[in-house]
């Protein structure tokens, strides 16, 4: 059991609301980095924050934002939801933006958002 | 940009042996990921392939050729609790982080 905790664990909106999806990361841990796995799809890239700053952004629009607390938590923001918002997204914490300090990350069991 | 290319499905026996094979095309990379994810759950790390070869860990080994743009994942004495997914997914130079396949579904039957 990993140290990463993503609230809530499932979520449905309606079409044009925002949302806030929360990730906790592991203990020693300053990079957080968010995906969106649609169902029967693999991880999408959405950003990664280290120690408190964007570090890199995937192809996603700007209502999807996000932040990072200086005890590393993150959150991801989504404005103005579509129906294609609906998917799993999931939060990975790791010691740090690189391959090496990614075989040390942990995933979180992932926030199912529906949009309705 | 990265193609990361897995089969959808695969169907194998319990104990026997099952190949997972990934291709991609992508201008560089520093390393190649391997992830189990059963349904509903977070993916888990597997693997690092950073160099060509072969790296073995228990029953699972992931193996790299960088020159031919192929990867692939082999599971050994296959049990019930391997069926799930596998995720290929590469790490690329510059800030995108893990780039994944759409990953292959395993079942294991008796």
């Known amino acids: 059991e990993t140290g990463v905790t993503q609230s809530p664990t499932h979520l449905i909106k309606t079409r044009g609301q925002q949302v806030t999806l929360r990730c906790s990361s592991q203990?020693?841990?300053?990079?957080v980095s968010w995906y969106q796995q649609a169902l029967g799809q693999g991880p999408q890239f959405i950003f990664q924050y280290y120690r408190e700053e964007e570090n890199g952004r995937g192809n996603f629009p700007p209502r999807f934002s996000g932040l990072q607390f200086p005890n590393y938590s993150s959150e991801l923001n989504v404005n103005a939801l579509e129906l294609d918002d609906s998917a799993l997204y999931l939060c990975?914490?790791?010691?740090?933006?690189?391959?090496?300090?990614?075989?040390?990350?942990?995933f979180g069991q992932g926030t199912r958002l529906t949009v309705v | 940009g990265q193609n990361i290319d897995q089969p959808t499905e695969m169907t194998a026996t319990e104990g026997a042996i099952v190949q997972i094979n990934c291709t991609y095309q992508t201008s560089g990379f520093n390393g190649l990921f391997w992830y189990q994810q059963h349904a509903g759950e977070a993916p888990t790390f597997l693997s690092y392939n950073v160099l060509d070869g072969l790296e073995e860990k228990g029953r699972f080994s992931s193996f790299l050729s960088r020159s031919k743009g192929y990867s692939y994942l082999l599971l050994k004495e296959l049990q019930m609790k391997d069926s799930a997914s596998y995720l290929c997914a590469v790490f690329p130079f510059g800030n995108t982080p893990l780039v994944f396949g759409k990953g292959t579904r395993l079942s294991v039957i008796a």
């Open positions: 203990s020693g841990h300053n990079t």
């Open positions: 990975a914490s790791s010691l740090a933006p690189t391959g090496q300090g990614m075989m040390d990350a942990f």
